[in-house]
């Protein structure tokens, strides 16, 4: 199948005209209010960026995020990874099918089009496809990678898309041997801006594992495309970028190139880590925060009923965080300093069930995948669905 790859349209003018429009405003979506912060915790609401509103939108007009279904009838979305034309490949756990989801629509929505289904994958609890990545290059290489479970191992593998490619050709391992179980799979890749590729990984059930530098169990690895390690990881002779990790699910950068991670917990507390290279983020030796000097605190904590957050996006100086068992989306302004402004905000709390995957669009909006037939939720007619989140103005000004 030929994938089509023009240049995406965005640069600094709209990044310029984006920021023009972050002012000093409440947040609301139709259904839930993001609420008050705590008295101890004041700050400023998130202000979520979109490239639909005029900046100059009338001072006081009111601005809203509104949640769109694009796409609907999949089955257990995991990872999201959008091409040069505005579309994006979205794997199915469980299916083992990679899906290109626009950028054309019809009265159903995005358009749905099945790529290739990589038999190799061996769905199992909360294995089977999972993190998929565009390369840097795709304009010239039409290089896709993931990551997905096998009868032995995890692992992370390339193939092509596009003329020429063969679509029966198995994707090409790049690392193997990440350990494995029904559950703590990790799975989540993504491209660093300093153009290499990050994976991360759970401890298979195992939390010595991720203590242990010599496993790739409960880490965040870092490699080049052909999976060696990167120039400047903590070992140069290891893919190991950070340690100590449960199960990472989702990892993003800001402006500034910091990187953060959301963490599944055991039984109490689940985490938002920002993420430094040899650093050891505690597990199995700590939950949440603690006060043992040679582990690195997370930046949030919440508890499991209220979070268990598995997708990371950050967009402009925004850090969304979708949940599963708390289903509902966090939006956390981030400072200068890489740290948190005020208390999290939430929104479409049980709206939409469990929620997976948050990635930022070429567009300036947010896509977030639900998970209501992962076998954990409660799935509508129309389960799963992909949601496209932009912000709104009442004002009359360049609504989407």
């Not at 054309?104 to 061996?122: H, M």
């Not at 603690?290 to 997370?298: R, Y």
């Not at 639900?370 to 007619?381: I, Y």
Request: net charge positive; proline share 8%.
């Amino acid at each position: 199948m030929t994938v089509p790859s023009p240049p995406l349209r965005r640069g600094p003018r709209r990044l310029r005209r984006v920021a023009a429009v972050l002012a000093a405003v409440a947040v609301t979506t139709s259904a839930c209010n993001f609420g008050e912060p705590s008295a101890d915790e004041q700050g400023s609401p998130p202000r979520l960026p979109t490239p639909s509103v005029s900046p100059s939108a009338p001072s006081g007009a009111s601005q809203s995020v509104v949640a769109t279904v694009i796409a609907k009838g999949l089955s257990v979305p995991w990872g999201v990874a959008f091409l040069p034309d505005g579309g994006a490949l979205v794997t199915e756990r469980d299916s083992k099918r990679i899906l290109q989801v626009g950028p054309s629509s019809d009265t159903e929505g995005l358009k749905i089009t099945p790529v290739r289904t990589v038999d190799q994958a061996v769905p199992q609890g909360e294995g089977g496809l999972m993190g998929i990545a565009v390369s840097p290059k795709y304009d010239t290489d039409h290089t896709v990678f993931i990551y997905y479970t096998t009868a032995t191992d995890n692992r992370i593998a390339k193939f092509t898309l596009g003329a020429g490619a063969d679509p029966n050709q198995a994707p090409r391992p790049i690392v193997t041997g990440i350990p494995r179980n029904s559950n703590h799979n990790g799975g989540q890749l993504a491209f660093g801006p300093d153009g290499y590729l990050y994976a991360t990984t759970g401890d298979a059930g195992q939390g010595a594992l991720a203590q242990d530098k010599a496993s790739l169990a409960g880490k965040i690895l870092r490699m080049t495309t052909d999976g060696k390690p990167a120039p400047g990881n903590p070992d140069p002779k290891s893919l190991v970028w950070s340690w100590g990790h449960r199960n990472v699910q989702g990892i993003a950068w800001d402006a500034n190139k910091r990187a953060y991670a959301t963490e599944f917990g055991q039984n109490t507390w689940d985490e938002i880590n920002r993420i430094e290279p040899g650093k050891n983020y505690g597990w199995p030796r700590v939950e949440g925060k603690g006060s043992d000097q040679q582990f690195t605190n997370p930046l949030v904590v919440w508890p499991t009923s209220e979070s268990s957050c598995s997708g990371a996006a950050v967009l402009e100086r925004i850090l969304a965080a979708a949940c599963l068992r708390g289903e509902r989306l966090y939006l956390m302004e981030l400072t200068a300093r890489g740290t948190v402004l005020g208390q999290p905000r939430e929104l479409l709390v049980g709206e939409y069930g469990r929620l997976r995957a948050v990635v930022a669009a070429p567009d300036g909006s947010l896509w977030v995948t639900t998970s209501n037939r992962d076998g954990r939720g409660t799935p509508a007619a129309d389960d799963d669905r992909i949601l496209r989140l932009v912000l709104e103005s009442s004002g009359g000004a360049g609504k989407s």
